[in-house]
């Protein structure tokens, strides 16, 4: 370091040093902007820039060189060969712009400390040929370290440079980095020259031909070095600006590009927007359409072009409103609106409509569809409206509305529409001068149709009986189906008492008349009840309430009748309603009794049994006799725990009896719906003790009717036990003789209202009586005669035959306790009689 020190104070002239040193940081200052400037850009123009800065620091390096060798004063005079010298030139130009190309070009840590020893040894290459090119007649000696720690000192302070321009751009990093460079270039070159000693030689003579002045040299290189460095300068930092000035356009341009894209953006939104509102529209349920506060057209969709065949030209923007009005009218689409002037009363009336709410409205097609018209009106004026075809949802809806007020099967008004009518119906009487009159009406002997015929047959039958009922009514009058065979007519009447009797009996004789159906040919009758509005009842439930009392009453004063309603028919429902109450606790208070009938041998007189017939001793009351309670008892559903009683009462007290009599006991239709009835009889007899052949049970055609099939497989099983069947009052009956061929009877009692004709004065009727008698022998069972009371009927039924008899003539229905007498006595009842 001294070497270098005392070169430095002794061999330089250090005014040339320090023009040295500026050239130095000039060329720097300049390489190292230009740097930057390639750092800035890419490809081709990088490479431009990487070569000028390789060019201005290579002379800069070369031209401190020499003006630093202009101010060393080796005590000898010195020249410099020209080739060596272009080539120091070349070397420091071409290995500073390998080193600025390594650094900028390559990626890494390493890549500024790569680029700064390419450039450190683009210092020492340039320094030691220029070195070379130095003539002096003298000897040249160098000291190794020097030169090595010359090299080292140009290549680290290189890496310094390199790193600091790499990193940081601005002028602060541009100035630190020219003062590292600077470093490099000028404590390489005084270190290095502080390596050369040079001792005079007179015998080594320069060759001044080839030779320049060193001055000369030094000043003209540093004339051009700072003039085309400062040129340069000029030159990258006007680029510098021109490249800012660049980057704020390009920073413009894209945001003028983003902005763009933006736009092109929105614009392909909305257009997709429009698109997909356009499909929207073209695909609603609805006809769509828009107009504007002066009423043209803004927008509509498809459907509604396709709707009211609207040609093109009055789907464009901007067509009247009243132009597709009248289109609409003259195409005769809208059905009350086909005459003359048509269109401009239908435009009155949408005028009428409000423009500033939501109206909506039903139009009529003239192919009968139901458009359904919404108008919404919108801000600013104008509307939009949709038009729904809403034909099926109408017709749904009536066809629902409908079936809710109609029977299906007969398609009569329902209860609920009957109400309905009422109501109405009843409030025009009100205002006087007309009555209303309500009849109820129920077949006789549906059921029994049902049942034998099938279900199918009872269809037609109802609806049969309802054309009937259409056809002998007047147009005013509602017929209602109310279910099973329930009927109501109600119609306005001014002379209640001949008028509702008419209609009543014009019904009654429409419904007996036989009904062909099918196959079948079928005959009913019906029972009607008449209420009258407002005597009777202001209320549809009253009136209703009122005609179902008198229906009740004709069914039970004989079918086949009608019957006004009479106040004294509330007070019956009312007791009867008690009776049932009083049944319920009369079968747990033991209040029931069975009187016993006796049935005779008609030709001896022995008595072969006893019928069973209940009582009911009621504690205010007194005897109630069975054709009062027994109806009552089978629709309460107390017929089958009272049956159960007669079977077990009975049974037991035949047991009592001489073996040979038996024991005849009633069964109602009720009974042998429950499952329980063969198992009761069964466990009666079992409990008792008597045989089964002893036991008779009587049953109606009504019984077997009823579920026949199931009737008939329980009265099998009864007869297989030994059980004996008879049928009870023969000749009332639907179709006996059907039934007689259907199931083996082991008795049939004529009925003792042919009994009674027996003795009547009429012949006709005594004929039909003993006809009937006649029959019911000939078929060969045991027949029995009821009601026998004198001693004629008895002879008439000796004479045709008839085996067994019974009656008051022998005997009256008696207490247990009379019969164990009577029987104590040995008595022949019919014996006594006889
Ligand atoms: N005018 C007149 N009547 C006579 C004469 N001989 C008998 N009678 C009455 O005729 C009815 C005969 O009984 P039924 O035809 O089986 O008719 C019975 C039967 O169908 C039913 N019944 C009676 N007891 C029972 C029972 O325990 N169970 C069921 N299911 N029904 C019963 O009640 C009906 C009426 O029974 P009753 O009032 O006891 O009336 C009895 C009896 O008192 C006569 O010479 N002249």
Redesign the pocket.
Known sequence: MFRVFSCLAVEHDWRLVVLAGLVCFAASIVAVSIFHRAIATRARTRWIWITIAGAAIGYGIWATHFVAMLAYEPGVPTGYGIVPTAFSLAAAMLLTSVGFGVAVGTSGRLRAMAGGVIIGGGIASMHYLGMWALEVPGRVAWSVDLVFVSIILGMCLGCAALAVALRYQGYRGTLAAAILLTLAIVSHHFTAMGAVQITPDPTRATTDSLSLSPTFLALAIAGVALSVLGMSLVGVLADRRLATRTARFEEIINQLSVARQQLEGSQNELQDQKLRLDTAINNMVEALCMFDAERRLVVCNERYALLYRLPPELLRTGTPHADIIRHRVVTGILKSYTSEGAAEQFLSKLAALPFDAVSSRIDEFADGRLICVTRQPMAGGGWVATHLDVTEQRRSEARIAHMAQHDALTDLPNRVLLRERMEHAIAVTRSGGVDLAVLMLDLDRFKEVNDTLGHPVGDSLLRAVSARLRECTTETALIARLGGDEFAVIDYVTNPAVEAATLAENIRKALCEPFDLGDHRVTVGTSIGIAIAPRDGSDSDVLMKSADLALYSAKSGGRGAFRFFEPELDQLMHARRNLERDMRDALAGREFE??Y?PFVNTATGEIRGF?????WHHPRRGLV???EF?PLAEEAGL?VP??EW?LRTACAEAAKWPAHLRIA????PA?FRSKELVPVIVDALASSGISPHRLEL?V?ETVIMHDSEAVFAALGQLRELGVRIAL??FGTGYSSLSFLQRFPFDKI?V??SFVNELSSTRADAHHLARAVVRFAVSLGKTTTA????TKEQLDVLREEGCVET????FG??MPASAIAKMLRRGDKAAVCAA
């Open positions: 069975l009187h009938q019928e069973a017939l209940l009582r006799l069975p054709g027994i017929i009272l049956g007669v006991i009633n069964l109602s009974q009587e109606t009870d009052d009692k009925d003792r009821e009601g026998v009371e019974q009656g008051y003539y009256r229905p």
